[in-house]
């Protein structure tokens, strides 16, 4: 039972254009959203995050929107670069019950921008 | 450096064999965690220690053993490695916990024949 899920594989963009990742999650315990980046051989890099408190956040090119009530949340980037290619995994954590302090990783999406 | 660092990078071993992977940080975070991360499943966490000696069981421990007997280093040990066990491995520490970004090492690749 996958309580983290990204639905996309894998997403294709042109440079300039925006790029949205999805996440979908069950578990009501999540109160806080990671988002992490993954280049081939490297470990993941943390990217922006947002609190449950809070339904958009925003740094430099790129925004987490949350909507608490469809347990969703989605990752803009915009205007997408070709440096931005990488694997994007979603990673919530709570603060109560048995996520107390761990994330738990969606599958991750593989996001290619194109020249 | 400072940093989180894994070794080996790669590693290539028979089933029934023993395999520890190494793991050490120089934030002297308190924090430490490991994740394997398999085709299909993202990250999934092993095992993680909220101090010097002292760690508790993540997602999928079975087969796993860890210690803690020093806040920089955080080894992983297979006792007898199987199949299922072929995957990259992730270490990661944080300073706080939770809701506090955790930073990653590059991973091993183990591969057990």
């Known amino acids: 039972d996958q309580q983290v899920k990204q639905n996309s594989p894998s997403l294709s963009v042109q440079e300039g254009r925006i790029s949205i990742l999805n996440c979908d999650y069950t578990?009501?315990?999540?109160?806080?959203f990671l988002w992490y980046k993954k280049y081939p051989a490297e470990g993941p890099t943390f990217l922006i995050s947002i609190s449950s408190i809070k339904d958009k956040n925003e740094d430099g090119r790129f925004t987490v929107f949350l909507n608490k009530s469809a347990k969703h949340l989605s990752l803009h980037i915009v205007p997408s670069q070709p440096g931005d290619s990488a694997v994007y995994f979603c990673a919530p954590s709570g603060t109560g019950g048995t996520s107390y302090g761990k994330l738990t990783f969606g599958q991750g999406t593989i996001l290619t921008v194109h020249p | 450096d400072a940093g989180i660092t894994q070794s080996p990078r790669y590693k290539i071993t028979e089933t029934g064999r023993q395999v520890t992977l190494m793991c050490h940080q120089t934030?002297?975070?308190?924090?430490m965690f490991w994740y394997r991360q398999d085709l299909g499943h993202g990250l999934r966490l092993i095992y993680y220690s909220a101090a010097a000696d002292i760690t508790d069981k993540g997602e999928v421990p079975d087969g796993y053993v860890v210690s803690r007997s020093k806040t920089e280093n955080f080894p992983l040990t297979l006792e007898s490695a199987t199949r299922s066990q072929t995957s990259v491995y992730f270490c990661?520490?944080?300073?706080?916990?939770?809701?506090?970004?955790?930073?990653f090492g590059d991973g091993t690749r183990l591969s057990i024949l």
């Open positions: 578990n009501s315990m999540f109160d806080y």
């Open positions: 990661a520490s944080t300073d706080r916990n939770p809701n506090q970004p955790q930073h």
């Open positions: 934030w002297s975070h308190s924090y």
